[in-house]
């Protein structure tokens, strides 16, 4: 017999426990429904598939996870669907089987889009290349000055915001287009292959960089790379992927502190998850051989 609030009576309602056992199933239930909340995905693909127009079959049967939070890498060879799946979750195309659910808006102050190549205008200063998004949201430039500049001392460019791309490295014109991706905080940031083009040296200090980001933003991160070095330092989580059709064969988790060290990348821990994200590797190029 409980209250009705409603209307102020007891009335009797059956319950899946006897009264004796209420507190403790109620704390159990308030217990899963914290767990439910705090692990229910930010985006979740099931048995999803993508077929192109000409036939190609770029995904079949994928389940993947993205855990809000959390800093999640596919890697996979070339032609295995990484970059299909990124166009998917940021909502430039669609699923052609399965489901796609977001947690999220899907709106440019929802999604962050970092591609291969900075894709910067050439005409334009840094600072105007990352006022690019909020300019669309209808900010002016005034009152965004101080968000630009902000996120442009995040990645360490504070001192070029008067530059144009003519005049940077590689390594300062993918720092602008991570910026332009940041300025509108979003909670999800997409990377298809960002340092993919630059020399070792900028890739580590950029990856380092991108840790750093990482832990002051909070911000959900699905990066894709060919490199098994990259996806063990940088990743909470590795989906390896096959191709023909693309596919989850495998999912590590490289279960270090963060943020890594520098030392990590010398450590037997490293040298472990690297041996072993390698072997899912050639797993997934002996399953393209078959």
Same mark, same amino acid.
């Given at each position: 017999?409980?209250?009705?609030?409603?209307?102020?009576?007891?009335?009797?309602?059956?319950?899946?426990?006897?009264?004796?056992?209420?507190?403790?199933?109620?704390?159990?239930?308030?217990?899963?429904?914290?767990?439910?909340?705090?692990?229910?995905?930010?985006?979740?693909?099931?048995?999803?598939?993508?077929?192109?127009?000409?036939?190609?079959?770029?995904?079949?049967?994928?389940?993947?996870?993205?855990?809000?939070?959390?800093?999640?890498?596919?890697?996979?060879?070339?032609?295995?669907?990484?970059?299909?799946?990124?166009?998917?979750?940021?909502?430039?195309?669609?699923?052609?089987?399965?489901?796609?659910?977001?947690?999220?808006?899907?709106?440019?102050?929802?999604?962050?889009?970092?591609?291969?190549?900075?894709?910067?205008?050439?005409?334009?200063?840094?600072?105007?290349?990352?006022?690019?998004?909020?300019?669309?949201?209808?900010? !002016?430039?005034?009152? &965004?000055?101080?968000?630009?500049?902000?996120? =442009? $001392? /995040?990645? #360490?460019?504070?001192? %070029?915001?008067?530059?144009?791309?003519?005049?940077?490295?590689?390594?300062?014109?993918?720092?602008?287009?991570?910026?332009?991706?940041?300025?509108?905080?979003?909670?999800?940031?997409?990377?298809?292959?960002?340092?993919?083009?630059?020399?070792?040296?900028?890739?580590?200090?950029?990856?380092?960089?991108?840790?750093?980001?990482?832990?002051?933003?909070?911000?959900?991160?699905?990066?894709?790379?060919?490199?098994?070095?990259?996806?063990?330092?940088?990743?909470?989580?590795?989906?390896?992927?096959?191709?023909?059709?693309?596919?989850?064969?495998?999912?590590?988790?490289?279960?270090?502190?963060?943020?890594?060290?520098?030392?990590?990348?010398? !450590?037997?821990?490293? &040298?472990?998850?690297?041996?072993?994200?390698? =072997? $899912? /590797?050639? #797993?997934?190029?002996? %399953?393209?051989?078959?």
């Amino acid at each position: 017999m409980v209250l009705d609030s409603s209307c102020g009576r007891a009335i009797d309602i059956a319950l899946p426990w006897p009264a004796w056992a209420w507190p403790a199933a109620l704390d159990a239930y308030d217990a899963a429904m914290m767990v439910e909340l705090v692990t229910k995905p930010l985006v979740s693909l099931r048995d999803a598939g993508k077929i192109y127009k000409n036939g190609t079959v770029a995904l079949a049967g994928l389940d993947l996870d993205v855990r809000e939070g959390e800093f999640l890498t596919l890697l996979g060879p070339s032609g295995c669907g990484k970059s299909t799946i990124l166009r998917l979750i940021a909502g430039l195309d669609s699923v052609s089987s399965g489901t796609l659910t977001r947690g999220l808006a899907r709106d440019r102050a929802s999604i962050g889009f970092v591609f291969q190549d900075p894709t910067l205008m050439p005409w334009a200063s840094v600072f105007d290349n990352v006022f690019l998004g909020l300019r669309l949201q209808g900010i !002016s430039r005034r009152d &965004a000055a101080p968000v630009v500049n902000e996120v =442009l $001392a /995040l990645v #360490g460019l504070g001192a %070029e915001a008067t530059a144009f791309p003519r005049e940077l490295s590689g390594g300062m014109c993918m720092r602008v287009s991570i910026a332009r991706a940041l300025v509108l905080h979003p909670p999800l940031l997409l990377m298809d292959e960002p340092f993919a083009a630059l020399d070792e040296i900028t890739r580590f200090k950029l990856n380092d960089d991108l840790l750093t980001l990482h832990g002051e933003l909070a911000t959900t991160i699905v990066f894709v790379t060919h490199s098994v070095y990259e996806s063990v330092y940088l990743s909470h989580r590795i989906a390896v992927m096959a191709a023909r059709p693309g596919r989850i064969i495998e999912e590590i988790a490289i279960s270090a502190p963060s943020p890594r060290a520098k030392n990590f990348r010398t !450590s037997t821990a490293y &040298a472990n998850f690297c041996a072993q994200a390698s =072997l $899912a /590797l050639q #797993g997934a190029m002996d %399953e393209v051989l078959k």
